[in-house]
């Protein structure tokens, strides 16, 4: 084991306290290794004035971190794994999958409280075609206003008055001690989270055998189950940012359920399915689930985009 790791980590608030609270992990499973952090510029940090379909999806937030690493400027890195693509650059692997937060997308809305509650035609905001396609499926009336940035700026739009509401990463909003800015939880019925949406990733060289072994000790194995169907899931589908789908797996048992949705942008086309089978086969899972919604009509929904 190295006697100092430097882990890689996005400037925002939210990295921040994501890789701290890492760090802080590690230094108290190895008390003798010092753990620094080095913070980079990513893509997604870099364009905020266009929406994420726009500019190439999967990958924003996690390019330049793993040109670090694979340049060894940085031992590992901290991600959202809903950030992370279903394919890694050669040479590096997911090492951890830490135990999820609540997957859940939160309204944030202080005059109106609850979706039902939004007067016709209320504004919107999320940088999201998922869950822009998943709010429009449930109320067609609502007008999507595009917001990028980090947490503290979105809410200071809505804080504004530029907007109505807007839709937040539970997860986020919990980690920075925002939850009581949640006005309410969206239901899996209405809004169905990203892959991977709640947990974090620990990105690591391969041939960093010993690092690896160190940071095993933050996986979560029911996370890392459902995660993998998730991301089997998304990989079969070839999806990204760009296309709305939402899909979502839970575990009970050693049974793993794996619900999904793909849907038009607009919200008015929708295929939805569920499987569910044992969790040490999470890979065929989320590749059935897959192709069965493809032949269901997703296929014909991604033609279109």
């Not at 890694?88 to 999958?97: K, N, Q, T, W």
């Not at 055998?209 to 095993?216: E, F, I, P, S, W």
Request: glycine share 10%; with cysteine.
């Amino acid at each position: 084991m190295k006697n100092e790791l430097v882990i890689g980590t996005r400037g925002s608030k939210l990295a921040l306290w994501q890789a701290e609270h890492v760090a802080r992990l590690i230094a108290g499973k190895y008390p003798g290794v010092k753990v620094t952090l080095k913070h980079i510029v990513t893509t997604g940090d870099k364009i905020l004035d266009v929406p994420l379909a726009k500019i190439g999806g999967k990958g924003l937030f996690t390019k330049e971190l793993e040109h670090a690493m694979l340049a060894g400027e940085i031992d590992l890195a901290v991600h959202s794994l809903k950030d992370m693509p279903t394919a890694l650059p050669e040479g590096l692997e997911l090492a951890a999958i830490t135990e999820r937060v609540d997957p859940g997308d939160a309204l944030i809305s202080p005059l109106y409280g609850e979706l039902d509650k939004l007067p016709l035609g209320a504004r919107v905001g999320t940088s999201s075609l998922r869950r822009k396609a998943q709010l429009l499926n449930y109320r067609p009336d609502l007008r999507i206003c595009d917001l990028r940035g980090n947490l503290d700026t979105r809410l200071n739009k809505l804080d504004n008055g530029d907007l109505d509401a807007i839709v937040l990463a539970v997860a986020g909003l919990v980690r920075l001690g925002w939850q009581q800015r949640i006005s309410q939880i969206l239901p899996k019925h209405i809004c169905l989270p990203a892959v991977g949406q709640g947990a974090l990733a620990i990105e690591t060289r391969s041939a960093d055998r010993d690092v690896l072994a160190a940071v095993r000790f933050l996986n979560h194995p029911a996370t890392e189950a459902a995660a993998t169907a998730e991301r089997a899931y998304l990989k079969e589908v070839e999806g990204g940012c760009q296309i709305p789908l939402g899909v979502y797996g839970t575990l009970e048992a050693g049974e793993l359920m794996l619900q999904a949705v793909i849907l038009s942008p607009d919200g008015t086309t929708v295929i939805r399915d569920s499987v569910t089978g044992p969790a040490s086969a999470a890979d065929e899972l989320g590749v059935t689930l897959a192709r069965r919604m493809l032949a269901a009509g997703g296929r014909e929904i991604l033609a279109a985009l």
